[in-house]
């Protein structure tokens, strides 16, 4: 269930780490990974990150269970990526829907999320390396709330080992 890589942010995300890894493509989570929950304003630190993985040439989409798909498309448009909606993550297909629009093999791509039960463990199902980041903002839906009390002693647990990707270590932990 655990995830390949622990990651502050997806900012700072070492992407040429990735690359060194064989990894062509991005699959990316859109609430409160890329943007807040249910927003569409994408922070400056995120475009630009996004702008460096185009600068690499890796292959980018988001895969999303958002509800407006209006929404998703625009913060898609936005990035210059593509997207795929009413996903139905957790289950491998939406990954594999995923794959098939980065025209990658699963061993190349590389999903990041907020979520352990949606993004990661569907991810690794499906094949993919994985990035889990902690959520942008503390709003989100009742239910992911609820989820996040499950996900609480996971993270502990992963915090604990050497699991980070982040172009800057991450300051130390206090005892
Ligand atoms: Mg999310």
């Known amino acids: 269930m655990s995830p ?12 040429d780490a990735l690359l060194r890894r064989g990894l062509r493509g991005l699959v990316l989570d859109l609430d409160n990974t ?23 040439r890796l292959r980018m989409c988001i895969l999303s269970n958002a509800l407006r798909a209006r929404r998703v498309l625009a913060v898609a448009q936005d990035l210059g990526i593509g997207a795929v909606v009413a996903s139905g993550k957790p289950f491998p297909r939406a990954f594999r829907r995923a794959l098939a629009l ?26 993919l390396t994985t990035i889990l980041v902690p959520p942008l903002s503390p709003r989100e839906s009742p239910h992911t709330r609820l989820i996040r009390l499950l996900e609480l002693p996971l993270r502990r647990r992963w915090a604990r080992r050497a699991l980070a990707i982040d172009r800057v270590p991450a300051p130390p932990s206090h005892p």
């Open 4 to 15: 390949t890589f622990l990651a502050q942010a997806v900012w700072s995300i070492d992407l």
């Open 102 to 127: 980065l025209d990658l093999p699963p061993e190349a791509a590389c999903a990041i999320g907020d979520q352990v039960f949606t993004d990661i463990v569907g991810a690794r199902w499906a094949g």
């Open 34 to 56: 890329l943007v807040d929950w249910n927003q569409r304003w994408v922070r400056p630190q995120v475009r630009e990150w996004i702008q460096a993985a185009h600068h690499r």
